[in-house]
């Protein structure tokens, strides 16, 4: 089927929930690099937004997953599952977690959080249930994670949303403080703000929520969907602050393009679920553990999460030159291969897109006119600087015509 048709297909039968979707059908890929319907190649800083964590084609990944088809992709979760159990385990002995919940995807295990703060204080008979979050965040697009998303974009259409959720703004323990009041169960906050434009948490900030949350006897939460599974250089995100949460969450990169999200939690607070509190029929099925289990073993590999780190550092420094040459761009910032380069509102970060996107590039546009580059965790220094040689131009073409 060529791009004509699978657009027109699209137009008539598909949800209109994605406006006008860039103008490509992608067919196959191989490493960091996609293929369309015309055959065209394009190298991906986008990774299906952060979870194609070892790119295209994998060979571990695609055996894993070929091996599990073969065998078994779903029972339920009456039964026991090996690779469901292993891939708990894995999760646990890599992290400062006791206990592990598996669903299906990053909004759900936010959902799952959320439910177990208040579920851990409503077991010790404490109304407890309120939990802050922060401006410019986004947490998922079910009513509950729609709530607890800092963006009023977002939540209006949807009126009335669930209560019990406040926003204060990001990296402002002082506005924390004053919104905690004694029917707050948590804080639940990004590491790195990903749709609100890839922006990190301060140390300071951190650790100040930590001593805070613990002082007043409540939860911390982190949202690490995005900054999850090495995508920082790390293999989560709370690793950079000497900070632990009570509870954490994952999802985009842990399945490396198979659904999955996982709600990690510390055995003091995952002990208040029991029987009947939560559930999933998908979550944690064979497919996806077996999937995740294959993920996790190549970036726990030996000089996996160091070579993120050294190539997400000569990446980060290579866009901050670009930064040297052209006074728009506003800031560089983020951690490992989770990057954003901001412009001032007089470029059109969108048209950027569309100028790369045609010169065989994918990268996106997020938070206040910020380009996200998120790629896959494979990829090289020299597919970097093809694509810096390649934004340079478009950043010329775009201030030319502003």
């Not at 799952?112 to 008979?125: D, E």
Request: aromatic share 10%.
């Amino acid at each position: 089927m060529d791009y004509k048709e699978i657009k027109e297909l699209d137009e008539k039968y598909y949800f209109n929930t994605f406006g006008s979707r860039l103008p490509v059908a992608f067919e196959w890929g191989e490493g960091s690099t996609l293929y369309d319907s015309q055959g065209q190649k394009y190298m991906d800083f986008v990774a299906g937004i952060a979870v194609n964590t070892l790119g295209y084609n994998h060979p571990a990944l695609k055996e894993a997953i070929a091996k599990q088809v073969e065998k078994l992709l779903h029972c339920s979760n009456l039964f026991y599952i090996e690779s469901q159990a292993q891939l708990a385990k894995t999760l646990v002995e890599n992290s400062c977690g006791d206990k592990v919940f598996l669903c299906n995807s990053g909004a759900e295990a936010n959902e799952g959080a959320i439910k177990l703060a208040r579920k851990y204080f409503y077991a010790k008979n404490l109304y407890k249930y309120e939990i802050i979050t922060t401006l410019n965040s986004f947490h998922g697009r079910t009513m509950a994670t729609l709530a607890a998303t800092g963006q009023e974009k977002y939540q209006k259409p949807f009126e009335p949303l669930p209560t019990g959720f406040v926003h204060v703004p990001f990296n402002d323990i002082e506005a924390v403080e004053k919104a905690v009041s004694y029917k707050t169960c948590a804080v639940m906050v990004e590491p790195i703000q990903g749709e609100g434009g890839v922006i990190p948490a301060t140390a300071q900030y951190m650790k100040a929520l930590r001593k805070l949350c613990d002082d007043k006897g409540i939860l911390l939460i982190f949202d690490e969907v995005q900054t999850g599974i090495g995508r920082t250089g790390k293999l989560f995100g709370y690793e950079h602050y000497d900070v632990e949460p009570d509870i954490f969450t994952l999802a985009k990169g842990l399945g490396g393009g198979v659904p999955i999200g996982a709600v990690v939690a510390k055995d003091f607070v995952a002990s208040a679920m029991e029987p009947g509190d939560h559930g999933s029929t998908f979550g944690g099925n064979p497919l996806a553990c077996s999937a995740a289990l294959a993920v996790l073993s190549s970036v726990l590999k030996e000089g996996f999460l160091e070579n993120v780190k050294a190539v997400g550092e000569y990446f980060k420094n290579q866009l901050l030159e670009l930064k040297e040459k052209f006074p728009f761009i506003r800031e560089v910032r983020g951690k490992g291969l989770m990057l954003g380069l901001e412009l001032e509102d007089t470029i059109s970060g969108k048209e950027i897109v569309l100028d790369m996107l045609n010169k065989g590039f994918i990268i996106n546009c997020t938070g206040n006119n910020t380009l996200r580059f998120v790629p896959p965790l494979i990829i090289e220094k020299e597919d970097i600087d093809a694509l810096v040689e390649n934004l340079k131009n478009s950043l010329v073409k775009e201030s030319s015509n502003a």
